[in-house]
C-alpha cells in the first residue's frame, strides 16, 4: 500500500514541477508605452500524502486506503521594468501614496451614498414640511 501512494505523490510532484517552471515564476513580458515589463511571481508548493488499515467493526472485514495532494500557491511579487539600458524592480506589495488613495476609494465611495442618503431624508422631511403648511393655509 504504502508503494502505491509513493507512486501517486511522485505523479503529482512531477505535475507541480511543470506548473512551476520558470515562465511561472517570470511572467509574460507585455509593453506600456516605452516600458517593457515582466511580471516576478513567488510559487509555493506542498505536498502530503497518507496510507492506513483497519477493520470494519459492523462486517469485521479488513480495509485500507490511501491518498496524495498537492498544492501551489502563486502570489504577485513585483515587475521588472526595463526603458532604454535601464532595468528597475517595482515591488507590487509597496504602498505608495497612489495605491493608498486606491485603497481608500471604496470608503469613500460608501460615505458618499450615505451623504446622499441623508441630503434625501432632509428633502423629504423639507417637503412634508411645505405640505403640511400648504393644507394648514387651505
Given at each position: 500500500?504504502?508503494?502505491?501512494?509513493?507512486?501517486?505523490?511522485?505523479?503529482?510532484?512531477?505535475?507541480?514541477?511543470a506548473?512551476?517552471?520558470?515562465?511561472?515564476?517570470l511572467?509574460?513580458?507585455?509593453?506600456?508605452?516605452?516600458?517593457h515589463?515582466?511580471p516576478?511571481?513567488k510559487v509555493?508548493?506542498?505536498?502530503?500524502?497518507?496510507?492506513?488499515?483497519?477493520?470494519?467493526?459492523?462486517?469485521?472485514?479488513?480495509?485500507?486506503?490511501?491518498?496524495?495532494?498537492?498544492?501551489?500557491?502563486?502570489?504577485?511579487?513585483?515587475?521588472?521594468?526595463?526603458?532604454?539600458?535601464?532595468?528597475?524592480?517595482?515591488p507590487?506589495?509597496?504602498?505608495?501614496?497612489?495605491?493608498?488613495l486606491?485603497?481608500?476609494?471604496?470608503n469613500?465611495?460608501?460615505?458618499?451614498?450615505?451623504?446622499?442618503?441623508?441630503?434625501?431624508?432632509?428633502?423629504?422631511?423639507?417637503?412634508?414640511?411645505?405640505?403640511?403648511?400648504?393644507?394648514?393655509?387651505?
Open positions: 500500500m504504502e508503494h502505491n501512494a509513493a507512486n501517486l505523490l511522485d505523479k503529482i510532484s512531477e505535475q507541480v514541477k506548473l512551476a517552471n520558470t515562465q511561472t515564476v511572467g509574460d513580458e507585455f509593453t506600456l508605452g516605452e516600458f515589463c515582466r516576478v511571481i509555493g508548493t506542498g505536498f502530503g500524502s497518507a496510507a492506513g488499515t483497519g477493520k470494519d467493526p459492523k462486517s469485521s472485514t479488513d480495509g485500507g486506503g490511501e491518498g496524495a495532494a498537492a498544492g501551489i500557491g502563486v502570489t504577485p511579487v513585483g515587475f521588472l521594468v526595463s526603458r532604454g539600458g535601464e532595468i528597475s524592480f517595482i507590487s506589495d509597496k504602498k505608495t501614496p497612489l495605491s493608498s486606491i485603497d481608500q476609494v471604496p469613500l465611495v460608501e460615505k458618499f451614498a450615505d451623504m446622499k442618503k441623508g441630503d434625501r431624508k432632509d428633502d423629504d422631511k423639507e417637503e412634508k414640511k411645505e405640505k403640511k403648511e400648504e393644507k394648514a393655509k387651505k
